[in-house]
């Protein structure tokens, strides 16, 4: 089955497992969503991801983080852009999510990167999506 959107399944999926309390939750791998993982890693939003190529498809598996209180630490994910309606940023104008609680992650000439580095490295992109 050929998805019309990757990036909102891949959203989708980690939000289903992340109410439905599941430690691990499994994603088809791309590159693209490898790289998204590895920024939700390095941000603190899940504890660790790792690329599984046993099977005949490869598959990112996302190991989720909880709080204390077994609530996830993802509290929200919003696609920005979409296929439908491209969402595009300039430099100076890239977004803070929830006044810098959560990050932008951004497609830009660089690759992949959060609304952090774009600023510092004053560059502009595709708006992906809103983590919180």
Request: hydrophobic share 40%; glycine share 10%.
């Amino acid at each position: 089955m050929t998805l019309s959107d990757p990036i909102a399944d891949m959203l989708t999926r980690i939000r289903n497992a992340g109410a439905a309390g599941l430690p691990d939750v499994k994603i088809p791998h791309s590159r693209l969503k490898e790289e998204m993982a590895r920024i939700l890693k390095s941000e603190g939003f899940v504890r660790d991801f790792r690329v599984d190529r046993e099977g005949s498809f490869p598959v990112i598996v996302l190991t989720l983080k909880y709080k204390a209180n077994e609530e996830p630490v993802i509290q929200g994910l919003e696609r920005v852009s979409r296929p439908g309606l491209r969402q595009y940023t300039k430099a100076d104008e890239v977004p803070r999510v929830l006044g810098g609680i959560g990050i932008a992650i951004l497609s830009t000439s660089k690759g992949i990167v959060t609304d952090k580095e774009a600023r510092q490295a004053k560059l502009g992109g595709e708006i992906l999506c809103h983590v919180w």
